[in-house]
């Protein structure tokens, strides 16, 4: 099972940027998918994107498509979500997950088993 630990949220100013960092351990990240979730105040969790653990698939609901992108380093086994033009909408507790061992070259965002503890991004101005 591997432990996943999610860094780099915090506050930002609409339009502005973060990067969000999801660090595993106790096993090797190459072999998972890993999806981004959130959770905003009063909703409930929604996936907002995921990648194949060879980067050759990727994923993006529509509200952020063109804004965040995903992306991993399977030698550091850290997979990343880079936010940009950040909306007030974009608020909430961001989470990664990871789904598999498999060699899937699509991903979705379901199916998840091992989650990380979740990372506050606030937007506001």
């Known amino acids: 099972q591997l432990q996943l630990v999610e860094s780099g949220g915090g506050l930002a100013r609409p339009g502005g940027s973060l990067r969000l960092s999801c660090d595993a351990s106790?096993?090797?990240?190459?072999?998972?998918?890993i999806g981004w979730f959130r959770q905003a105040p009063g909703k409930g969790r929604e996936g907002v994107s995921c990648?194949?653990?060879?980067?050759?698939?990727?994923y993006y609901v529509d509200s952020v498509e063109g804004r965040f992108t995903i992306s991993r380093d399977n030698a550091l086994n850290t997979a990343y979500l880079q936010m940009n033009s950040l909306k007030p909408e974009d608020t909430g507790v961001y989470y990664c997950?990871?789904?598999?061992?498999?060699?899937?070259?699509?991903?979705?965002?379901?199916?998840?088993?091992?989650w990380g503890q979740g990372t506050q991004v606030t937007v506001s101005s």
């Open positions: 997950a990871a789904f598999g061992p498999t060699v899937q070259t699509t991903c979705a965002l379901k199916g998840y088993k091992d």
């Open positions: 106790g096993g090797t990240l190459h072999y998972y998918s």
């Open positions: 990648i194949t653990p060879d980067s050759d698939g990727t």
